[in-house]
């Protein structure tokens, strides 16, 4: 099947994922300047911050003077995180924040375990009290994402049925509870997919439920990201979380100061090239790519804000101006 | 289409990659021993050295004393890269490099001009004197390869069409001169390749050249290295030049730091997922490319060296052992 998508929608996910990994010393006037640099990008969607506990995630204990300072974007939706009931009412609280609830489902119990110290069932069983939290703040539930879809360091590979039967169980809690998911989220939280276990991945959830939009969670660890992303294109996929110059990192990979999620401006290049919209002006992303890794003040792992576009190459070359490419 | 191979076969061409772009005071012991490592690793093909003129590249003034220093491995063929017949002769010389014979041919003309500063007529007129020179020295001509074969910084966009008809005047230089080549290389030299142009210019060179194998030589520079590389891989492709740690670099990119060849573990890991032979031991490799990273003593951007193999992984958890795979 090759199936590439018109266009992409893709969610910017660098601002939460990258300061939320940093040491936490970062101005917090740096965090609202790069989410506003984002916003004039053409990028829909940016995920700012997350709330959590301040002791345990310094890097966000500033999530609502973040929040406070983004200067609002007509058709810009400024998304935030939360995990759990506190978070959400925090996030509730900004009044300035695109609210969206999503179910969450793990297809490692070791990882769900380890991560928010629950079993699968009482996971499940969570889900309906989330769903009525939601429906009393007018929050709509639209999306479901399934956190280690194609695998896990703690528990290892994961089934493609398996994630059929929980992406099956996790429509049917929305249903009973009087919501309807059109979006379902496949995390490859530890980067354990590859090209062809994505196309299978995603090939079965389609097939199973064909009336629903799937969105990939990628992440880079193990350099498969874009290869990844390219299999999931040619499936239909055309939703994508990804991260300005790949900020963010992998606590879970076998050195600290692995890449976490994919690289926004990769992406939007690659689908640049092969004629996929992105809505997105790469030259714009690009400037933010780089700020970002100023901003942090370490090399971020993004290739396209130091290799170049092609557009700006082929638009140079269009005015006979074929030298300023060699290595500044 | 979707026609992955069994297994591939590597050309690791780190050490003349990298060592060459490097400032050039790395120790020639360290060099060796990296190359020696490799040697152990299953990779059978290692690209050591490029004879070229140390005053332009100080990085291989010493690879007369590289070369001698290897310590040769039953069924390993340690090559060496030549730009004109006085390196071909130096080496030669060593008396201890597999020779092999390769045609080249540049898609662009303006970089042709740059790198050569040769016409495209010059540059098929000099392939007849070269196969003699080869010829001469018992020498097999059996690669061709196509440089800038997806678009050049220099002039643009590559078009399919032009490629093969380059691949057909190759070939029949070589048949005409009593040399009938079995390996077309097509090089991304400038990182202009996408995955959808990869299948195109693949296929369309396959199909008017079904009987000779295609070999991938891909660069990194703008992330998207690994995406194309399974683009090839789904075209059939078994043959592809790749660089450990993704040592090496990019001249022509943006900003000087930009990602060169794709990384050999990274690539050896995907395949290794896909359940495609490499006849690469990646944890071996994986050492190889920290060695690497130690000996260049800066970051290199391969990808798996940090977020670890899936494989190791796998053996942990099977052995109950869950712990390890946290950040060390």
Known sequence: MNDLPK???IKEEGPREGFQIESGDIPTADKIALI???????LKHIQTVSFVNPARVPGMADA????AGITPVEGVHFTGLWLNNQGFLRALETKKLHMEGKL???ASRAFLKRNQNRTLEQQFAAQPELIKSYQHAGVPVRTGFVTAAFGCNFQGDVDAAYVVELVGQMRAIARDNGEDLDLIGLGDTMAWANPEKIRRVVGEVRAANPDVAISLHLHDTRGLGLANAYAGLQMGVAHFDAAVAGLGGCPFARHSGAAGNICTED????CEEMGIETGV????LIDCALMAEKIVRHPLPGKVKTGGSLRALREKLALGDATPVVAE
């Open 104 to 106: 969450t489902l793990y």
């Open 64 to 67: 609502e003077a973040v929040v």
């Open 7 to 9: 266009r992409i929608f």
């Open 281 to 284: 002006d790469l030259e714009a």
């Open 267 to 270: 992406l939007v290049l690659m």
């Open 36 to 42: 506003d640099a984002l916003a004039k990008t053409g």
